[in-house]
């Protein structure tokens, strides 16, 4: 018996197909009717990344994570693991009736495994000996200094920014406080580029490494 899909839903379908082919076999891209919560998916496209088919019963994780973000705002680029034990990079965009009531979701599940090895062995060939890169005193530009020192702090995580928690760009900039880089003119705005937020977030981070000690 076929499944019922909300004629909005239904309309989204062609958009995920095109977006699961665009972006290749490791893109997996999921509809969900919130009137089925048992059995949502009412199309799925590459379901092999999470192992799901149109058959897949709505599991407590998955039905916890759409519960959680039904505060009306989509959720973009977050990371978690398939049931595969596959590194995932999603986004979950919800749908709304006429009425703007949530009535699905469209969820993007990219496989980025392959990716994070390939950049580990990459990180493992540009490696070089830390020390001697910060024990270079002979440096003339201000600019060269706080460069060479960010790019080093922020390099000891082993992750691109966008994968960084927020914990994680907080003891960065723990880091760069002790090394005395925000005494360094322009600091504060070169960081908070590099950490890819606004420099009233670099502010707040330091009120708080500050109160702490």
Known sequence: MEKSVHPILEKLIPVAKGVSETFGS????????????????????????????????????????????????????????????????????????????????????????????????????????????????????????LYDIVEITIHKFGRPVIYLTKDEKVNIVKDLEDKGVFLIKGAIDYVANSLQVSRYTIYNYLDGIREGK
């Open 26 to 145: 490791n893109c997996e891209v999921v509809i969900h009717d919130f009137s089925n919560m048992e059995q949502s998916i009412v199309a799925i496209f590459n379901g092999h990344v999470t192992g799901r088919t149109i058959e897949t019963s709505m599991t407590d994780s998955i039905l916890n994570k759409i519960n959680k973000h039904q505060d009306g705002h989509d959720v973009y680029n977050y990371t978690g693991k398939s049931t595969l034990g596959r590194e995932l990079k999603s986004t979950t965009t919800f749908i709304r009736n006429f009425d703007n009531e949530i009535i699905g979701c469209m969820c993007i599940n990219f496989d980025i495994t392959d990716m994070l090895s390939a950049r580990n062995v990459i990180n493992e060939l540009c490696k070089v000996d830390e020390k001697e890169v910060e024990a270079i005193g002979e440096i003339n530009k201000v600019n060269d200094v």
